[in-house]
C-alpha cells in the first residue's frame, strides 16, 4: 500500500531564506508524486509532479523537489522564499486506479 | 490542463438537510473523484465517479450518505445526504490527467457548514 509522511506539520522562514519541506513515501512500486499548494480560501494548485522520468523536478514559482529512492523522500525546496509563499503544501503519491493519497500538508509562514 | 467549475462555494445548512454539490469539466474525463478536507486536516478520497458505472467509494464512505451521479464524462454531482455538523468540510472534486502531462486539476470547492 502507498502512504505518505510529511515530517513537519509547521515550517516558519524568513523572507528571502531557503525552503525545505520533507516528504517521505511509502510505495510498492515506482510511485507518481506530486506537490500541491492550498493558499487560504483557495484551490489546490500543482506545484510539480514526479512520474519517473528525472529525478529533480523543477515547478512552478522557483520550487523543485528530488525523488530519492534510497531514502524513499521527496522534499520540496526552494532557495529564497517570498511572502506569497505562505500557504499550506501537500505532499501525494499515486495509488493504484489513479488515487491520490495526500500527506497531512505542511503549513509554511514566511516572515519579514 | 482540465478546467472544472464548481458550486456551490460554499453553503450554510441545516442538519437533516442534503445539499448536491456540482462539478463541470470543460472537456471529457474519464474519471471524476471527490475528496472531503475536514476542517484543519488533509484531503481524504470519498469516491471515484466513472461514467456510466456505480461509483466507487472508500472505506468510511457509503452511497446512502454521499450518493454521486455522473451522467456524462463532463459533469459529476455529489449529494451530502442527511447533514449533522459533522459533515462541515470543504468538499473537491478532481480529474485524472489523462494522456496530459499535467497533475490532476481540482475544483476550486465546496466549503459546507451544518448548523
Known amino acids: 500500500a502507498q502512504s505518505v509522511t510529511q515530517l513537519d506539520s509547521h515550517v516558519s522562514v524568513s523572507e528571502g531564506t531557503p525552503v525545505l519541506l520533507r516528504c517521505n513515501y511509502s510505495s510498492s512500486y515506482s510511485p507518481s508524486l506530486f506537490w500541491y499548494v492550498q493558499h487560504p480560501n483557495k484551490g489546490l494548485q500543482l506545484l510539480l509532479k514526479y512520474t519517473s522520468a528525472a529525478t529533480l523536478v523543477k515547478g512552478i514559482n522557483g520550487f523543485e523537489a528530488e525523488f530519492k529512492k534510497s531514502e524513499t523522500s521527496f522534499h520540496l525546496t526552494k532557495p529564497s522564499a517570498h511572502m506569497s509563499d505562505a500557504a499550506e503544501y501537500f505532499c501525494v503519491v499515486s495509488g493504484g486506479y489513479n488515487k491520490l493519497i495526500f500527506g497531512a500538508g505542511t503549513r509554511l509562514a514566511v516572515h519579514p | 490542463s482540465a478546467v472544472i467549475s464548481q458550486k456551490p462555494s460554499r453553503d450554510i445548512c441545516q442538519r437533516g438537510t442534503s445539499l448536491t454539490i456540482q462539478c463541470q469539466v470543460d472537456s471529457q474525463v474519464t474519471m471524476m473523484f471527490w475528496y472531503r478536507q475536514q476542517p484543519g486536516q488533509s484531503l481524504t478520497l470519498i469516491a471515484t465517479?466513472?461514467?456510466?458505472?456505480?461509483?466507487?467509494?472508500e472505506s468510511g464512505f457509503v452511497i446512502d450518505k454521499f450518493p454521486i451521479s455522473r451522467p456524462n464524462l463532463t459533469f459529476s454531482t455529489l449529494t451530502v445526504s442527511n447533514m449533522s455538523p459533522e459533515d462541515s468540510s470543504i468538499y473537491l472534486c478532481?480529474?485524472?490527467?489523462?494522456?496530459?502531462?499535467?497533475?490532476?486539476?481540482f475544483g476550486s470547492g465546496t466549503r459546507l457548514t451544518v448548523v
Open positions: 478532481s480529474v485524472d490527467p489523462g494522456q496530459s502531462n499535467y497533475g490532476y486539476t
Open positions: 465517479a466513472n461514467q456510466g458505472s456505480e461509483a466507487t467509494y
